[in-house]
């Protein structure tokens, strides 16, 4: 440059007069080449062609463009100079250049996800998918969804016991019923009925030692002993045994004696029946002996009578021949 042409063109410069600039991607920020604009020593990292000016195409980074992203780099697109992915990881890894696996137990986007609900904690690292199902309490692929109401247990295989006061759903990981067990009912599940001689709530009431079987397990209801009544307690006096409350088969004896009664009645008034048919026979025999007597008397009288006739008239005729 200069009048001359004897100076050297500045740093930075270079070409006819110096009129072209460096691209200033040489290796080590060396200048170029005052005359070409050339890197004599190469491009730094993420440029190429003679003069340095060209970055690397998308997938490429490093010195020379040499190196390839990562090839779980979002839609494969890394910065070119240090390979950093610009869009982040696939599902599954980590790390600047996303070349880092999600460790144990976590999963999902730049691994910010975990597998807490998962058996082991283990998981697929990309999707997510619990590789031996999940623990108690949680299903779906991921096992993020709690068990429906009424469900508990590993993969939700296990229904509520019915016996969950007020019918209450239990704790979807134990099972447990979180308000109580109904009367009658007892332990965590409540699916043990109360022990011979308790009843009620939490099995926490004793039977009336005037029951003479176990009570009921619920209501504590019972068959009171000989001269008791009004059951549950059986305290009463009473000159029959009862029961406030009849079971099933309270009602089959009830059944059986009314048709007990019923044959008992049938038979006494086919017993009368009879006699009473008897008794008329007897009578009518009776009357048909005493009009045949009476008959048998009238034609002896008739005969008698007429003796008595002949008799007179002989008599009679015997006075007349003596005089």
């Given at each position: 440059m200069g009048v001359f042409c004897n100076e050297s063109c500045v740093s930075g410069t270079f070409g006819m007069d110096c009129k072209n600039n460096c691209s200033g991607n040489c290796l080590?920020?060396?200048?170029?080449?005052?005359?070409?604009?050339?890197?004599?020593?190469?491009?730094?990292h993420g440029y190429k062609?003679?003069?340095?000016?060209?970055?690397c195409r998308i997938g490429f980074y490093g010195l020379n463009c040499s190196k390839k992203c990562s090839p779980f780099c979002n839609r494969n697109n890394c910065q070119n100079i240090n390979g950093f992915c610009l869009s982040g990881c696939i599902s599954g890894?980590?790390?600047?250049?996303?070349?880092?696996?999600?460790?144990?137990?976590?999963?999902?986007?730049?691994?910010?996800?975990?597998?807490?609900?998962?058996?082991?904690?283990?998981?697929?690292?990309?999707?997510g998918s619990c590789q031996y199902g999940c623990q108690p309490g949680w299903?779906?692929?991921?096992?993020?969804?709690?068990?429906?109401?009424?469900?508990?247990?590993?993969?939700c295989?296990?229904?509520?016991?019915?016996?969950?006061?007020?019918?209450?759903?239990?704790?979807?990981?134990?099972?447990?019923?979180?308000?109580?067990?109904?009367?009658?009912?007892?332990?965590?599940?409540c699916d043990l009925i109360c022990g011979n001689g308790y009843f009620g709530a939490n099995c926490s009431k004793v039977c009336s030692e005037n029951c003479s079987d176990i009570c009921h397990h619920i209501d504590g209801t019972c068959y009171c002993k000989t001269g008791m009544m009004d059951s549950?307690?059986?305290?009463?006096?009473s000159s029959w045994t009862t029961a406030k409350k009849c079971d099933d088969h309270c009602f089959y004896a009830i059944g059986i004696s009314m048709l007990v009664i019923l044959n008992v009645l049938t038979c006494t008034l086919w017993i009368r029946?009879?006699?009473?048919?008897?008794?008329?026979?007897q009578s009518s025999s009776n009357y048909i002996t005493t009009?045949?007597?009476?008959?048998e008397k009238t034609s002896e009288s008739h005969e008698y009578q007429e003796v008595n006739s002949v008799s007179r008239d002989f008599s009679y005729q015997n006075l007349s021949f003596d005089t």
């Amino acid at each position: 440059m200069g009048v001359f042409c004897n100076e050297s063109c500045v740093s930075g410069t270079f070409g006819m007069d110096c009129k072209n600039n460096c691209s200033g991607n040489c290796l080590n920020d060396l200048i170029c080449n005052r005359t070409t604009g050339k890197c004599d020593k190469g491009c730094k990292h993420g440029y190429k062609g003679e003069l340095c000016n060209k970055a690397c195409r998308i997938g490429f980074y490093g010195l020379n463009c040499s190196k390839k992203c990562s090839p779980f780099c979002n839609r494969n697109n890394c910065q070119n100079i240090n390979g950093f992915c610009l869009s982040g990881c696939i599902s599954g890894y980590k790390g600047p250049r996303c070349e880092q696996e999600c460790s144990d137990g976590w999963y999902g986007h730049n691994c910010s996800m975990r597998c807490d609900n998962c058996v082991n904690q283990t998981c697929n690292r990309g999707t997510g998918s619990c590789q031996y199902g999940c623990q108690p309490g949680w299903r779906g692929s991921t096992c993020s969804q709690v068990c429906t109401v009424g469900k508990y247990g590993p993969d939700c295989m296990f229904s509520c016991s019915q016996n969950c006061i007020n019918k209450e759903s239990c704790d979807h990981v134990t099972g447990i019923c979180e308000m109580g067990c109904s009367d009658g009912y007892k332990g965590e599940l409540c699916d043990l009925i109360c022990g011979n001689g308790y009843f009620g709530a939490n099995c926490s009431k004793v039977c009336s030692e005037n029951c003479s079987d176990i009570c009921h397990h619920i209501d504590g209801t019972c068959y009171c002993k000989t001269g008791m009544m009004d059951s549950p307690e059986c305290k009463q006096v009473s000159s029959w045994t009862t029961a406030k409350k009849c079971d099933d088969h309270c009602f089959y004896a009830i059944g059986i004696s009314m048709l007990v009664i019923l044959n008992v009645l049938t038979c006494t008034l086919w017993i009368r029946e009879r006699r009473r048919q008897k008794v008329k026979r007897q009578s009518s025999s009776n009357y048909i002996t005493t009009e045949a007597e009476m008959k048998e008397k009238t034609s002896e009288s008739h005969e008698y009578q007429e003796v008595n006739s002949v008799s007179r008239d002989f008599s009679y005729q015997n006075l007349s021949f003596d005089t």
